[in-house]
């Protein structure tokens, strides 16, 4: 397996695995199913006026005469034939009161939205992967003891918990994967890891069972794989460089590289940015991203009212009810599948023209199925072809409803707005699960309701909805961001207004403007974090100092008169200066003096004119400097012994102590 490609088809995995879980949601097509005839024992067969075996007219003509031509016990068994074993078929739980009205798809749809108001906020807090992982450790269980007890009531209330679970798994788990997985792949590999290939494994778990609690054993089973995976696979490092978090980031990221097998690849070449919060707030307030916030919470209203109003009401677009789910599964697969693959070549097909065109078909396919129920051509091959088309079209709305959300709006408040969303979606979920009634009194009516919302939405999404193909989602809302920083550099963002800087041009500021994304190798030690807090301090507003003048060098000083014509006079006798340093002068006088002439306390500043002259006479005593001469500590030394010593000096060239004179002077 390709290193790039790795990590991609392991979450594509783990993806497709959970949507096995998620799709409890439509195996209450099954759990609902109940057949469209029925024979009572004494061979009384009906058509079923509900989903209760009860509700059928006695006085009505018998399906199976016993005076009718051909085989009766052949008609008995086609009538009686029961598809599949169901939770509605072992309870009767519609024929009470109560029941008629809270529907099991109800409950279901009533825990997912209870889950998406609270799980969606806990994952932005705690963790994209936290959440999903105790999603499915919860669900599981709660899936396997709905299908072991044997009351109505008990059995309620694990399907609404299991619904609780399941939009950990959706919403949470489809954020994960989006984040984990290379912007320029998605498309391609949630081809593959679908929710209609996850329909396709729950018909054929309940073909192969041919009951529900059977069914429900295998699915949990296959779900429970999930669980290592995701706890060997790390958090999302968006998240965490979102958090601030970059230690744990850099972890996340060595993990992937580790998996990967690669050095350099979409999971750790990566910027660090100095990124802004975005608050719920700053979404209201920001018209760019209200109205795509407002667009994504309509969208996923409508679709998914439309979308579960075909669903839930087809389990007779075929008499046999494997073939339909299947065939819907299957259309809607081949579909994706198609666009996945193609999706790299049609640079135009953004997820706004994928949404409209597929809206734009389901549209059409309403329209064919009024017209074949008023004709009468329910269960013909047309009806088929346009019920299944329908739901594969609306399907891929929604497909691009979820693209559309996790790269439109800011990583702080995806998961946020993502469970907002799913809470829009499955308040119309619970709206279509209140129309399966018209079914039994004017089917038509189920699709006007959907043509009505269908051609509102595809008139607001062409003129609202904003084209997001591609999009650096850490990017998203980040109007003003900090300095890029590197693994071993700093690399400062030029504005793409700013004028060309000068070594003399202040600092800027305000925070600079990114011109084109800098990859930068992660940051592997704490270390690195100090780089972080140093780049994060020049953000600040930089405040010009006023640069010290450095103090002028005061000119050549000035010897006085006095002083030059006592050095003529010294020099002149060199024998009188060595008398007068034994019997007059001890060691710590001389240093004085020799310290008082090189420190130049007399500080005399000469005119410009005389510059020249006293330069010149520093040259002339700086040619004898190496011929100075210091007194020797001892007092009671003779001349002699001074010229011994001293070596360099001749007997008849004068000095005296002003010879160590220094170079300043």
Request: net charge neutral; glycine share 4%.
């Given at each position: 397996?390709?290193?790039?490609?790795?990590?991609?088809?392991?979450?594509?995995?783990?993806?497709?695995?959970?949507?096995?879980?998620?799709?409890?949601?439509?195996?209450?097509?099954?759990?609902?199913?109940?057949?469209?005839?029925?024979?009572?024992?004494?061979?009384?067969?009906?058509?079923?006026?509900?989903?209760?075996?009860?509700?059928?007219?006695?006085?009505?003509?018998?399906?199976?005469?016993?005076?009718?031509?051909?085989?009766?016990?052949?008609?008995?068994?086609?009538?009686?034939?029961?598809?599949?074993?169901?939770?509605?078929?072992?309870?009767?739980?519609?024929?009470?009161?109560?029941?008629?009205?809270?529907?099991?798809?109800?409950?279901?749809?009533?825990?997912?939205?209870?889950?998406?108001?609270?799980?969606?906020?806990?994952?932005?807090?705690?963790?994209?992967?936290?959440?999903?992982?105790?999603?499915?450790?919860?669900?599981?269980?709660?899936?396997?003891?709905?299908?072991?007890?044997?009351?109505?009531?008990?059995?309620?209330?694990?399907?609404?918990?299991?619904?609780?679970?399941?939009?950990?798994?959706?919403?949470?788990?489809?954020?994960?994967?989006?984040?984990?997985?290379?912007?320029?792949?998605?498309?391609?590999?949630?081809?593959?890891?679908?929710?209609?290939?996850?329909?396709?494994?729950?018909?054929?778990?309940?073909?192969?069972?041919?009951?529900?609690?059977?069914?429900?054993?295998?699915?949990?089973?296959?779900?429970?794989?999930?669980?290592?995976?995701?706890?060997?696979?790390?958090?999302?490092?968006?998240?965490?460089?979102?958090?601030?978090?970059?230690?744990?980031?850099?972890?996340?990221?060595?993990?992937?590289?580790?998996?990967?097998?690669?050095?350099?690849?979409?999971?750790?070449?990566?910027?660090?940015?100095?990124?802004?919060?975005?608050?719920?707030?700053?979404?209201?307030?920001?018209?760019?991203?209200?109205?795509?916030?407002?667009?994504?919470?309509?969208?996923?209203?409508?679709?998914?009212?439309?979308?579960?109003?075909?669903?839930?009401?087809?389990?007779?677009?075929?008499?046999n009810l494997y073939l339909g789910q299947f065939l819907a599964g299957l259309v809607l697969s081949i579909?994706?599948?198609?666009?996945?693959?193609?999706?790299?070549?049609?640079?135009?097909?953004?997820?706004?023209?994928?949404?409209?065109?597929?809206?734009?078909?389901?549209?059409?396919?309403?329209?064919?199925?009024?017209?074949?129920?008023?004709?009468?051509?329910?269960?013909?091959?047309?009806?088929?072809?346009?019920?299944?088309?329908a739901y594969a079209s609306q399907s891929i709305c929604l497909e691009a409803a979820y693209l559309s959300?996790?790269?439109?709006?800011?990583?702080?408040?995806?998961?946020?707005?993502?469970?907002?969303?799913?809470?829009?979606?499955?308040?119309?979920?619970?709206?279509?699960?209140?129309?399966?009634?018209?079914?039994?009194?004017?089917?038509?009516?189920?699709?006007?309701?959907?043509?009505?919302?269908?051609?509102?939405?595809?008139?607001?999404?062409?003129?609202?909805?904003?084209?997001?193909?591609?999009?650096?989602?850490?990017?998203?809302?980040?109007?003003?961001?900090?300095?890029?920083?590197?693994?071993?550099?700093?690399?400062?963002?030029?504005?793409?207004?700013?004028?060309?800087?000068?070594?003399?041009?202040?600092?800027?500021?305000?925070?600079?403007?990114?011109?084109?994304?800098?990859?930068?190798?992660?940051?592997?030690?704490?270390?690195?974090?100090?780089?972080?807090?140093?780049?994060?301090?020049?953000?600040?507003?930089?405040?010009?100092?006023?640069?010290?003048?450095?103090?002028?060098?005061?000119?050549?000083?000035?010897?006085?008169?006095?002083?030059?014509?006592?050095?003529?006079?010294?020099?002149?006798?060199?024998?009188?200066?060595?008398?007068?340093?034994?019997?007059?002068?001890?060691?710590?006088?001389?240093?004085?003096?020799?310290?008082?002439?090189?420190?130049?306390?007399?500080?005399?500043?000469?005119?410009?004119?005389?510059?020249?002259s006293v330069e010149e006479q520093k040259n002339s005593l700086a040619d004898t400097q190496e011929n100075?001469?210091?007194?020797?500590?001892?007092?009671?030394?003779?001349?002699?012994?001074?010229?011994?010593?001293?070596?360099?000096?001749?007997?008849?060239?004068?000095?005296?102590?002003?010879?160590?004179?220094?170079?300043?002077?």
């Amino acid at each position: 397996m390709a290193g790039s490609w790795r990590l991609d088809i392991i979450i594509m995995v783990l993806y497709q695995i959970t949507l096995i879980f998620s799709a409890q949601l439509l195996f209450v097509i099954f759990l609902d199913y109940m057949p469209q005839t029925y024979c009572t024992d004494d061979n009384f067969c009906y058509k079923l006026q509900s989903k209760c075996l009860t509700d059928y007219d006695a006085n009505a003509l018998n399906l199976c005469p016993v005076n009718m031509t051909g085989s009766r016990r052949d008609c008995i068994v086609e009538h009686k034939t029961l598809y599949f074993y169901s939770a509605q078929f072992e309870y009767q739980q519609n024929c009470g009161a109560f029941y008629k009205v809270v529907h099991l798809s109800t409950v279901t749809f009533i825990g997912t939205l209870l889950g998406n108001i609270v799980l969606g906020i806990l994952a932005d807090k705690y963790g994209r992967r936290t959440i999903y992982f105790l999603s499915i450790l919860f669900g599981i269980p709660c899936l396997l003891i709905s299908a072991s007890v044997d009351n109505v009531v008990v059995f309620y209330i694990f399907r609404t918990l299991v619904g609780i679970a399941i939009s950990g798994t959706l919403t949470v788990g489809y954020t994960y994967a989006i984040e984990m997985i290379s912007p320029d792949r998605r498309l391609r590999l949630f081809a593959m890891a679908n929710w209609p290939n996850a329909r396709m494994v729950q018909v054929l778990f309940a073909y192969i069972s041919q009951e529900w609690t059977r069914t429900t054993y295998v699915s949990a089973s296959i779900s429970s794989l999930a669980l290592p995976i995701l706890w060997w696979l790390p958090e999302s490092p968006i998240w965490l460089e979102q958090k601030d978090k970059y230690e744990e980031a850099s972890r996340a990221r060595k993990r992937i590289e580790r998996i990967s097998g690669v050095s350099a690849d979409h999971h750790n070449n990566y910027e660090m940015v100095a990124f802004e919060k975005v608050t719920p707030k700053r979404i209201l307030m920001n018209p760019k991203l209200r109205t795509s916030f407002l667009m994504i919470l309509f969208m996923y209203f409508y679709v998914g009212l439309a979308v579960y109003i075909t669903d839930l009401n087809g389990a007779d677009m075929t008499r046999n009810l494997y073939l339909g789910q299947f065939l819907a599964g299957l259309v809607l697969s081949i579909a994706q599948f198609i666009i996945g693959m193609t999706e790299p070549y049609l640079t135009g097909m953004g997820r706004r023209v994928l949404f409209l065109f597929s809206q734009l078909i389901a549209i059409i396919c309403y329209i064919l199925i009024v017209i074949c129920l008023y004709l009468n051509w329910k269960g013909s091959f047309t009806y088929l072809a346009a019920y299944t088309i329908a739901y594969a079209s609306q399907s891929i709305c929604l497909e691009a409803a979820y693209l559309s959300l996790v790269e439109l709006m800011p990583t702080d408040v995806r998961a946020t707005v993502g469970s907002i969303a799913n809470i829009c979606m499955k308040v119309g979920s619970l709206l279509a699960t209140e129309t399966q009634a018209l079914k039994f009194t004017y089917e038509p009516a189920l699709f006007f309701i959907n043509l009505v919302f269908c051609v509102i939405g595809i008139v607001l999404v062409f003129f609202c909805l904003e084209e997001s193909r591609e999009a650096d989602m850490k990017m998203v809302g980040q109007t003003a961001i900090g300095k890029i920083f590197a693994y071993d550099e700093e690399v400062t963002a030029q504005g793409t207004d700013s004028p060309p800087r000068t070594p003399d041009a202040p600092a800027p500021e305000s925070p600079l403007v990114i011109a084109e994304p800098v990859t930068a190798k992660p940051l592997v030690s704490k270390e690195q974090l100090k780089i972080i807090e140093k780049n994060n301090a020049r953000n600040k507003l930089i405040v010009e100092k006023p640069i010290p003048k450095k103090k002028e060098k005061q000119g050549p000083v000035e010897i006085p008169t006095p002083v030059r014509k006592q050095l003529e006079n010294e020099k002149a006798t060199s024998d009188e200066s060595l008398k007068t340093m034994e019997t007059g002068k001890k060691t710590e006088e001389s240093k004085e003096v020799s310290l008082e002439s090189k420190t130049g306390e007399m500080n005399i500043n000469l005119p410009k004119s005389l510059v020249k002259s006293v330069e010149e006479q520093k040259n002339s005593l700086a040619d004898t400097q190496e011929n100075d001469w210091t007194p020797l500590p001892s007092e009671n030394k003779s001349a002699a012994k001074a010229r011994e010593q001293l070596g360099k000096r001749p007997s008849q060239n004068t000095f005296s102590r002003y010879d160590n004179e220094s170079e300043e002077e």
